[in-house]
């Protein structure tokens, strides 16, 4: 049985009153409370770890960027990535499915492609392809849902005819609780010639989630949502897709060298992280991002038992 008293005192925001009320928090699926442990790797990587990551050769930032790139082995392992370099971090899932659509997709989809997305999908996976589609003359197909909230694999197979490029699909729906069939999805996805992104946002806090047995091409998520700090995510892919993709976001960590008329790129994952290079914003995230990913990969299929091994 879950030890609900113990799950609570490892969040010290649950230790307040509200309205003279014991707090009772049940927005989880908007963005998870913060454990004690997760917070105070924050406050550590402050007090005794922050340098800028990969930019110095003295001991503080060399510390900070081992904890930045032991977060990104963390966050492979949660999701078992194909590969660590497939995992670029990014403020949240919604800027992950941006960077798809942003450098895949710019690069790939042309007047007269099909996108699919599906009747189920949050806006944060309907909105960039819908930015895309009106950008490059292609046109968005929203799968049907049926009666009893699943994706309609009849509809799916229809929008599937016109040969889409691109098939983005969430694995859990946040409106609806749905735990669609992923593998399957992006099965039929690849038979048609489309690459699959698989909205996270839901799945990574309450499933094991493989993406290799998925075998999707790109799989974003939010570590806000999964105990995480907020502005934390990561958009994990296949490397071989981010080898071939032009940058998102210029200037800082993803140059390899400049001159004064062009600019050539850092190897993956370096070419799409967004930071620290680029107003040095939230690095300090990342690490404390590790507590969060590393304690979910040790727990069963229930990640319900994230907090006791926190
Ligand atoms: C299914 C789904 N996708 C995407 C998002 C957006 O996540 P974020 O705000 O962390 O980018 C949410 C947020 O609720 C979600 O539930």
């Known amino acids: 049985m879950l030890d609900t008293a113990r799950i609570r005192s490892d969040f010290p925001i649950l230790a307040h009153k509200e309205n003279g009320q014991r707090l009772v928090y049940l927005d989880n699926a908007a963005t998870s409370q913060k454990p004690r442990k997760v917070i105070d790797a924050i406050v550590h990587y402050y007090n005794f770890h922050n340098a800028n990551v990969h930019r110095g050769a003295y001991a503080l930032a060399v510390e900070a960027t081992e904890a930045y790139e032991a977060a990104r082995t ?78 309609d694999l009849a509809d799916f197979g229809r929008a599937l005819e016109a040969k889409p490029k691109i098939v983005a699909f969430p694995y859990v729906s946040n409106s609806l609780g749905t735990v669609n069939p992923a593998a399957q999805l992006s099965k039929l996805a690849h038979a048609a010639g489309a690459v699959t992104v698989v909205d996270g946002a839901q799945s990574s806090p309450h499933l094991r989630v493989d993406v290799q047995a998925l075998d999707c091409d790109f799989y974003a998520l939010s570590g806000h949502k999964m105990l995480g700090p907020m502005g934390s995510g990561a958009l994990v892919a296949k490397p071989a897709l981010l080898e071939a993709m032009p940058p998102y976001h210029g200037g800082g ?15 993956i994952p370096h070419k799409f992280d967004n930071d620290p290079g680029q107003g040095r914003r939230l690095h300090s995230r990342r690490p404390s991002l590790y507590p969060a990913a590393d304690a979910s990969a040790r727990c069963g299929s229930d990640r319900s038992c994230v907090v006791l091994h926190l």
Do not use: Y
């Open 74 to 151: 963390a966050v492979a392992r949660f999701v078992n990535a194909w590969a660590r370099e497939g995992v670029v971090f990014t403020r949240g899932t919604t800027e992950s499915i941006n960077l798809v659509a942003a450098s895949w997709g710019r690069t790939n989809v042309k007047g007269g492609d099909t996108v699919v997305v599906t009747a189920m999908d949050h806006h944060s996976n309907i909105v960039p392809w819908q930015i895309l589609c009106q950008e490059k003359g292609a046109t968005l197909r929203m799968v049907e849902i049926t009666r009893d909230g699943r994706i």
């Open 253 to 267: 960590e993803m140059i390899e060298r400049v001159w004064d008329d062009r600019s050539s790129w850092n190897k």
